[in-house]
């Protein structure tokens, strides 16, 4: 990795911790858009799971609200486990042929929930089917892109989860998507000893850019800068589409 490659990827990291600190969210679909431009996906892929791992378990634990959720939640993350590794052996993994054209196509759909503001509502009654249901599509999107949050978010938001509730059930899922990815990355030999150093350069600094959106989450909107965030990753998810199909 060039000294040029390496301050862009540790830039991403900023990028992308001071995102999520200030949402909740977006950290991997992030990091796995802007690293694909100068990566090999699944270089990009193993260079995200330390910090990707480390700041979803911190956030997974800050709340009172894990038991609830981990026994609500545990029929999507079990499918999230068997999407990510039914779809890495289906796929032959990230980067495969049509690794671009997913992970843009995952962006788009994304950026156009979160602009369009959906509000879903999943009936209690349908949570044991349709949960294993969307951890399974959103385990096989994660195996071809190692972007993990279409549908489980969505799904997350339309079953009702209250703001404290939620924040956490996203990291406990963050969380489960990002070992899974890790094992499915594990058998495939993808982690080297020379991305130690930049991966956790990358948590160090996504861990200071994590802080600094808290921080500033406190003192302004997160609806306006949602609008730029999303419209961000409609564009990037377009480029990816586009270069995916070329």
């Keep these: 990795m060039t000294a040029t490659v390496l301050v862009f990827v540790l830039v ?39 910090p990707s791992l480390i700041t979803n378990v911190w956030q997974m634990l800050d709340g009172g609200h894990l038991r609830s959720v981990l026994r609500r939640l545990w029929p999507l993350n079990l499918g999230v486990c068997v999407g990510t590794w039914g779809g890495a052996a289906f796929l032959s993994g990230l980067g495969g042929p049509y690794g671009a054209l997913a992970l843009g196509v995952a962006l788009i759909l994304y950026a156009l929930s979160g602009l369009a503001a959906l509000k879903l509502a999943v009936p209690r009654a349908a949570e ?15 195996a071809a892109t190692g972007v993990f949050v279409i549908p489980a978010v969505p799904y997350m938001q339309a079953i009702g ?14 969380t489960v998507s990002t070992l899974a990815l890790a094992v499915t990355l ?51 998810g377009a480029y990816l589409a586009a270069r995916g199909l070329v």
């Design 128 to 142: 044991a089917w349709l949960g294993p249901l969307a951890g399974v599509v959103t385990g096989a999107i994660t």
């Design 12 to 50: 991403v990291f900023v990028v992308a911790g001071f995102t999520k600190g200030i949402i909740g969210l977006g950290l991997p679909t992030i990091s796995m858009g802007l690293l694909a431009v100068v990566l090999p996906p699944t270089e990009a892929a193993a260079l995200l799971i330390l």
């Design 186 to 236: 594990a058998g495939g030999r993808a982690f080297t000893w020379d991305l130690a150093w930049p991966s956790l350069a990358a948590l160090v600094v996504a861990i200071l850019g994590m802080r600094l959106g808290q921080a500033v989450r406190a003192r302004l909107s997160p609806q306006a800068f949602r609008i730029w965030f999303f419209a961000g990753l409609l564009a990037l």
């Design 161 to 174: 989860l209250q703001k404290d509730e939620l924040v956490q059930a996203l990291g406990l899922s963050f």
